[in-house]
């Protein structure tokens, strides 16, 4: 009998922080993206960027389904979006092309960090509802890693478009609905 409770409490506590570990596992695969983007293994880097996307689609869901959501969740969650899909993707393409350009360089790759960790603090503070304000950190950061794959057939200019266009993006007013 005794077993039995053991296991019982085991499983009951696993579930209740299933969602954030699934987070937090998120947030180490933006920080291994981070180390091997330093260490110049960028298809390391994108491949940790894909993985801490996929559990990020994640841990909101298994947060819900064992109805486990918390603020400590939430603010969890934005922690892990602003390294895995804010500093992970922008260190990414800074230092697989744009670290020749200088300043103008730094300057996007600090926009594209500071409007993503805008937005996530936005979102922290608003009322639920059915819609994102602006294009969400997660799809901006899959959207700049998935870029990398075009540095061979792009100019490098063509991000000097593209970090102001998901700055943008991730800071307006528009509404997406969430799926």
Known sequence: MFIIHMVDSTVKKIK??????ITLCNISFGGAAIMATLNEAYSYGVLFIFIA???DRYDGKVARKYNQESELGKQLDSMSDIISFGVAPALLMYESILADFGMLAMFFTILYIA?????LARFNISEATG?????????AGTILTVSYFLIPVVNP???FFLFPILSILMVSTFTLKKV
Do not use: K
Not at 131 to 139: E, H, N, Q, S, V
């Open 115 to 119: 409007c993503g960790a805008y937005r």
């Open 53 to 55: 996307a996929f559990l």
């Open 157 to 159: 200019q063509f991000y």
């Open 131 to 139: 819609y994102f304000m602006g294009l969400p950190i997660t799809a």
């Open 16 to 21: 209740s922080h299933a969602a954030n570990l």
